[in-house]
């Protein structure tokens, strides 16, 4: 079983970057495919980005295209979120998650089995 913590969340202003890290422990990394996932207050948990378990496949919801960078590094396993030009919007708890016995788990909610805590990300206006 893996276990997931995050790190990197704060308060920025719109416009600027913040770059999250999740580290993970207790499972051969590599065999994980891996996601971002965010939640806003009164909202559903909503999907960021995927990686696949190479890296060499990635996906992201479409409003963060262009801005979010998802990457991993499975000899620290790492993998990270690099978010540029924040906004507002972004604003929510970011959960990582992992998905056993995948290459590549995508969108679905249901293709994670573990989660991390969450870091909190505030971008004001």
């Known amino acids: 079983q893996v276990q997931l913590v995050e790190s990197g969340g704060g308060l920025v202003q719109a416009g600027g970057s913040l770059k999250l890290s999740c580290a993970a422990s207790?499972?051969?990394?590599?065999?994980?495919?891996m996601g971002w996932f965010r939640q806003a207050p009164g909202k559903e948990r909503e999907f960021v980005a995927a990686?696949?378990?190479?890296?060499?496949?990635?996906g992201y919801v479409d409003s963060v295209k262009d801005r979010f960078t998802i990457s991993r590094v499975n000899a620290k396993n790492t993998v990270y979120l690099q978010m540029n030009s924040l906004k507002p919007e972004d604003t929510a708890v970011y959960y990582c998650?992992?998905?056993?016995?995948?290459?590549?788990?995508?969108?679905?909610?249901?293709?994670?089995?573990?989660w991390g805590q969450g870091t909190q990300v505030t971008v004001s206006s």
């Open positions: 990686i696949s378990r190479s890296g060499g496949s990635t």
């Open positions: 998650a992992a998905g056993s016995d995948r290459y590549y788990s995508g969108d679905v909610r249901s293709n994670y089995d573990y």
């Open positions: 207790g499972g051969t990394f590599s065999r994980y495919a």
